[in-house]
Nanobody, 119 residues
Framework: QVQLVESGGGLVQPGGSLRLSCAGS????????MGWYRRAPGKQRDLVAT???????NYADYAKGRFTISRDNAKNTVYLQMNSLKPEDTAVYYC?????????????WGQGTQVTVSS
């Protein structure tokens, strides 16, 4: 079982930056693909970025060039650095840990952290 706790959300002005953190516990962190997802008001949850156990990253088009995902396996933590924030980035941001084995699929979620971009 993996527990994920996000932090770092808040209110920021357009053009500002935030760094989200997601601390994992309860299992070995490194084999999991870690991801950030978000749910804007009235919309479905969608992908922001992922980073595999090997360090390969994938970003949603709107995140490319503005957001950076990274992980520190020694600290069991994944980060999302968000720059040049826009009002449309306002959402609840969720951390995810996923892993597929020949026996089962693991899929864990944090409780979410609110990001509000507004002047």
């Amino acid at each position: 079982q993996v527990q994920l706790v996000e932090s770092g959300g808040g209110l920021v002005q357009p053009g500002g930056s935030l760094r989200l953190s997601c601390a994992g516990s309860g299992s070995i962190f490194s084999p999991f693909t870690m991801g950030w997802y978000r749910r804007a008001p009235g919309k479905q949850r969608d992908l922001v970025a992922t980073v595999t156990s090997g360090g390969s990253t994938n970003y949603a088009d709107y995140a490319k060039g503005r957001f950076t995902i990274s992980r520190d396996n020694a600290k069991n933590t994944v980060y999302l650095q968000m720059n040049s924030l826009k009002p449309e980035d306002t959402a609840v941001y969720y951390c995810n840990a996923a892993r597929n084995t020949i026996f089962t699929t693991y899929d864990y979620w944090g409780q979410g952290t609110q990001v509000t971009v507004s002047s």
